[in-house]
């Protein structure tokens, strides 16, 4: 459980301090994330679509 703790609370210090030193770079890491969820969602719709 402890090991558990740390890490949550390491990955979290390594996404603020990421922030802070490289907003450029958090925010097209952020946008590349997104940009990916909407294409997987979009080709899920597409499927599901040529379903009926």
């Known amino acids: 459980m402890q090991v558990k ?3 949550k609370w ?6 603020a301090f990421y ?3 490289r907003p450029e770079d ?3 890491t ?3 994330a997104f940009d990916g969820m909407m ?3 979009n080709s899920m719709a597409q499927f599901f679509a ?3």
Not at 10 to 15: E, K, L, Q, V, W
């Open 19 to 21: 922030l802070v030193r």
């Open 39 to 41: 294409s997987a969602a």
């Open 10 to 15: 390491g990955a979290i210090g390594m996404a």
């Open 30 to 32: 952020v946008h590349g």
């Open 50 to 52: 040529t379903l009926t």
């Open 26 to 28: 958090a925010a097209q």
């Open 5 to 7: 703790k740390i890490l």
